[in-house]
T-cell receptor, first 116, second 113 residues
Framework: AQSVTQLDSQVPVFEEAPVELRCNYS??????LFWYVQYPNQGLQLLLK??????LVESINGFEAEFNKSQTSFHLRKPSVHISDTAEYFC??????????????FGTGTKLQVIP | EAQVTQNPRYLITVTGKKLTVTCSQN?????MSWYRQDPGLGLRQIYY???????DKGDVPEGYKVSRKEKRNFPLILESPSPNQTSLYFC????????????FGSGTRLTVV
């Protein structure tokens, strides 16, 4: 069985400061990893994903995440946050299997609050 | 525009009164899923569907029903709603499971009194 842990339920950070949102996972097989963002009163949007290849993946709005197999982590980082980054961020994992249905398990979310 | 459409966005109902939340996607996705979101619990899967007429239980299926008669539609049915089903519900679809990533609807906030 797979699981995802987001230890920080809320992260306050000042505008233009760097931020790291932590995500750890567990699985008995290889995985795909995702970060989703949920802005207020909206659904979740896929921010970035790791499938294979380079362990560092980037989004179009300046976020990046690094897959660390030995640490079983997929932390999300941004060097300088903006007010518009205020949202809830969800880490998710899916087993890398062929055929059938691969369940996606979500973490409990981290609320990023950017302070002006 | 590629999207998942849920209706209604907000719904207040009374205990025991049957209701249906509709979900439709225009991306020809095979996989569809329903989640509920509760504070501190993240997203929990209710039901999923791999294709037309193929559905299966997720982690919290009790009190819910689904159907997949057409590829684009995946309604969520609460036959006899109870207050513990008060939650924020999301429908999502994906071209493939695993690597694809989900496209989510905007959500339905349900209150059962």
């Amino acid at each position: 069985a797979q699981s995802v842990t987001q230890l920080d339920s809320q992260v306050p950070v000042f505008e233009e400061a760097p931020v790291e949102l932590r995500c750890n996972y567990s699985s008995s097989v290889s995985v795909y990893l995702f970060w989703y963002v949920q802005y207020p009163n909206q659904g979740l949007q896929l921010l970035l994903k790791y499938l294979s290849g380079s362990t560092l993946v980037e989004s179009i709005n300046g976020f990046e995440a690094e897959f660390n197999k030995s640490q079983t982590s997929f932390h999300l980082r941004k060097p300088s946050v903006h007010i518009s980054d205020t949202a809830e961020y969800f880490c998710a994992v899916s087993d890398r299997l062929s055929g059938g249905y691969q369940k996606v398990t979500f973490g409990t979310g981290t609320k990023l609050q950017v302070i002006p | 525009e590629a999207q998942v459409t849920q209706n209604p966005r907000y719904l207040i109902t009374v205990t025991g009164k049957k209701l249906t939340v509709t979900c439709s996607q225009n991306m020809n996705h095979e996989y569809m899923s329903w989640y509920r979101q509760d504070p501190g619990l993240g997203l929990r899967q209710i039901y999923y569907s791999m294709n037309v007429e193929v559905t299966d239980k997720g982690d919290v299926p009790e009190g819910y029903k689904v159907s997949r008669k057409e590829k684009r539609n995946f309604p969520l049915i609460l036959e006899s709603p109870s207050p513990n089903q008060t939650s924020l519900y999301f429908c999502a679809s994906s071209l493939s499971t695993g690597a694809g990533g989900y496209t989510f609807g905007s959500g339905t906030r349900l209150t059962v009194v």
